[in-house]
């Protein structure tokens, strides 16, 4: 088995069968500006984020995002590098990773960001 692509209960299979770091990246990269969040703010700003949610996602695998923000926003602040905004600016691109990669938005479907009731 290759390295990162094991997930408990088989969760990365309603992304595709994994994702990959530098596609998303990618994705995010032009998809951001779309965003109903970043309000001004760029790309670099929020990339801490979206890496944030990528790696959260993976690491509690099978859970919901509601379940384990609170861990996952310590680990995004005590790992946030100057230019990125704080936890309540960036919350919803970590869900919108998290969305992306559960399924709940399709890859096929980019114009979709976050759901605005969220």
């Known amino acids: 088995m290759q390295a990162g692509s094991e997930t408990a209960g088989g969760k990365s299979d309603s992304s595709g069968g994994g994702a990959d ?30 890496k944030t949610g990528y790696n959260s996602f993976f690491k509690y695998p099978g859970q919901n995002f509601a379940d384990v923000e609170d861990d996952v926003a310590l680990g995004y602040e005590e790992a946030k ?8 600016t960036v919350r919803p691109a970590v869900n919108a990773m998290w969305a992306r990669l559960g399924g709940i938005i399709s890859p096929r479907d980019p114009s979709r960001g976050v759901r605005e009731w969220l």
Do not use: C, I, V
């Open 21 to 50: 770091p530098q596609k998303e990246a990618t994705y995010w990269r032009e998809q951001h500006s779309k965003q109903p969040y970043p309000k001004g703010g760029s790309y670099e700003q929020f990339e801490h984020a979206y």
């Open 81 to 88: 590098p100057g230019a990125a905004l704080p936890w309540d």
